[in-house]
């Protein structure tokens, strides 16, 4: 999971930059449209852990259902990173498609 989350910040230049690539003139409105999208996660992951942690009972008295739900967690997390890196390295062009 470390070496995903470090991979990350490598693919972050690589994306940015795609947004110019697309198209020049309107890479600020492609840009908006995509952080508003990768928002949804930071939007969502908060209640996912909740409900997983609540799930598996975690508490101060039981830490071993801790244990057990946060590597849930962070299989979730770096399960989410390499789909997304794969996807990228995939799909990703820089062929100009809008003027």
Sequence with gaps: MTASIGVSGLASTGF????LEISATLSGI??????????????T???????ILDHY??????PAACQVAYQIVFYIAFGVQAIGALLFVALA???????
């Design 45 to 51: 992951s908060p209640v996912l852990t909740g409900m």
């Design 57 to 62: 009972g975690c508490s101060k008295q039981d």
């Design 93 to 99: 062009s820089s062929d100009r498609v809008l003027s």
């Design 30 to 43: 492609i840009m908006s449209v995509g952080n508003t999208i990768a928002t949804l996660p930071g939007m």
């Design 16 to 19: 940015q930059a795609n947004y």
